[in-house]
């Protein structure tokens, strides 16, 4: 079957496609799909040939525009203490 193009839908309309397709809709970060959000990309594309039962990866945009599909981890970079590391010198 040929993947719809969810993207500016809601995630409750998305669903509803996806399931009458009888297709499922999964993140790409494991979070559920649910709530307020519009969908913003998809993988496979529109119009791309899908098995049934097979899921759609979407991207969702939260109600306050932020994006909450794949985000990469805050980590903080390391510190630099350039006059520190002269003190632990023997």
């Known amino acids: 079957m040929?993947?719809?193009?969810?993207?500016?839908?809601?995630?409750?309309?998305?669903?509803?496609i996806a399931a009458r397709l009888e297709l499922s809709l999964v993140t790409a970060d494991g979070q559920p799909l649910t709530g307020p959000g519009l969908i913003t990309s998809q993988q496979p594309a529109p119009g791309e040939?899908?098995?049934?039962?097979?899921?759609i990866t979407v991207w969702i945009a939260g109600p306050g525009g932020d994006d909450a599909g794949v985000r990469e981890p805050r980590t903080p970079?390391?510190?630099?203490?350039?006059h520190r590391a002269?003190?632990?010198?023997?």
Do not use: F, Q, W, Y
């Open 86 to 90: 002269e003190a632990d010198e023997p």
């Open 49 to 55: 040939l899908l098995a049934r039962h097979s899921a």
């Open 77 to 82: 970079p390391p510190a630099t203490h350039p």
């Open 2 to 16: 040929t993947v719809p193009d969810l993207s500016g839908l809601s995630v409750d309309e998305a669903i509803a």
